[in-house]
């Protein structure tokens, strides 16, 4: 846990320090290693390593957007409803991997990201996230904080292949 909060520190000080903003719509790319600390006694990563480094480049974007000063510092923040994840090739000890944050569209309560794991052109895994805007016990409306955030766009339909991925979850939750 001493090594997630570190990393979400360098992560907010590289963000105000060296790197530069971000648009919200735009995607992210980061490249990153397979360390031992990823690792389980297979010498591949872990599956949960693979939501651990979903979640920095989610908050990376965050930090690096308009998103920090329309949300965090107002008192809202972001909050997974559901993640999936497919694995397809493992990543080896030692080797470099590529995670591509991709927004794939909002509806009022709700934005989703597709998050590819790629090696050597290679998709190794992609994830799926559902995550919206709490402030209090209730999930904020997103038009008007990506209007402030300076996205012209008024909506971005989310593809029906990912929307349906989700439309189970609660049914889920009642039995």
């Known amino acids: 846990m001493i090594y997630y909060w570190l990393h979400i520190f360098y992560l907010f000080m590289a963000s105000k320090l060296f790197w530069k903003k971000l648009d919200v719509t735009t995607d992210l790319i980061r490249k990153h290693r397979v360390n031992i600390l990823d690792c389980d006694s297979l010498h591949y990563m872990a599956n949960s390593r693979y939501l651990y480094y979903m979640d920095f480049v989610r908050?990376?974007?965050?930090?690096?957007?308009?998103?920090?000063?329309n949300t965090v510092k107002r008192g809202i923040f972001p909050v997974l409803?559901?993640?999936?994840?497919?694995?397809?090739?493992?990543?080896?000890?030692?080797?470099?991997?590529?995670?591509?944050?991709?927004?794939?569209?909002w509806d009022e309560k709700w934005f989703?990201?597709?998050?590819?794991?790629t090696q050597n052109d290679q998709v190794c895994a992609i994830g799926y996230t559902k995550a919206a805007l709490w402030k209090g016990k209730k999930a904020q409306d997103l038009k008007p904080i990506l209007k402030d955030c300076g996205v012209t766009t008024k909506t971005m339909q989310v593809p029906p292949s990912i929307a349906h991925l989700f439309e189970n979850d609660y049914q889920l939750l009642k039995t």
Request: hydrophobic fraction near 35%; charged fraction near 25%; charge should be positive.
């Open 59 to 69: 908050i990376e974007k965050l930090l690096r957007s308009s998103l920090y000063e």
């Open 81 to 105: 409803g559901s993640q999936k994840i497919i694995y397809k090739k493992p990543l080896r000890i030692g080797s470099k991997f590529t995670i591509t944050l991709a927004l794939e569209g």
């Open 112 to 117: 989703y990201h597709r998050q590819i794991f």
